[in-house]
């Protein structure tokens, strides 16, 4: 195995710092032993902390989620918007969806701003309305991100943020050589946000945890 040189050594040093940089509470270490005992990898600590930075600049009214896993993203998320904002999130396993209703519950949302739908994007986000939300946060499966991104900008108000989780696709996305199914959607979604003004008004890509690509609907 090739050695790191200095440089990237340090760079994975800053990586590691800024990740640990969060102090989390007991609610989201409760999600995050639920997420343990469901087999689900929740976002990194310093995901977690972004996305509530990005609710709280943002400040969106209305949210989806694909991916609702434990709730531990959900939970971050909310804690950014402002008081009264509204969290869809969709995800076919119920069972976690129940662990997310508790850590809600425990962190004290109401039923009525967390919506909690057990079905997959395909299926539920073309009754979602279009036009209607503030943000979109994605962490499902990167084979269908292509289909996603685009319901993602039917649904999304002018001036909303699609965030997509895990962009580097483990650190894959980088190395050209990498051709797996995954990477290659994830690249070329990126060049969608980038390139396609005439619906993406600007986009960035930050290395926190595995990866957030950013994306503001024109």
């Known amino acids: 195995m090739k050695a790191l040189s200095p440089q990237q050594t340090g760079k994975y040093a800053s990586w590691a710092f800024a990740e640990a940089r969060p102090v989390e509470d007991d609610v989201l ?73 508790e850590v809600f519950v425990a962190d004290g949302y109401p039923s009525s701003t967390t919506r909690l739908i057990a079905g997959r994007g395909r299926t539920v986000l073309p009754k979602l309305s279009a036009s209607a939300y503030d943000l979109v946060f994605i962490d499902a499966d990167p084979l269908l991100l292509e289909y996603h991104v685009t319901e993602a900008a039917r649904v999304l108000r002018s001036g909303g943020t699609v965030i997509i989780h895990d962009a580097l696709d483990q650190d894959r996305v980088p190395r050209p050589a990498v051709r797996d199914a995954s990477t290659v959607m994830l690249r070329e979604v990126d060049h969608t946000l980038r390139d396609d003004t005439s619906v993406w008004q600007t986009s960035a890509l930050i290395p926190t945890g595995t990866g957030l690509l950013l994306a503001t609907r024109a």
């Open 29 to 101: 270490l409760m999600a995050r032993d639920r997420s343990a005992e469901l087999g689900i990898t929740p976002v990194s600590e310093g995901t977690a902390s972004m996305l509530t930075f990005l609710a709280a600049a943002s400040r969106p009214q209305t949210m989806v989620e694909l991916g609702t896993g434990a709730g531990v993203s959900g939970l971050a998320l909310m804690r950014g918007a402002p008081t009264g904002a509204v969290l869809t999130s969709l995800d076919p396993d119920a069972e976690a969806q129940r662990a997310a209703r």
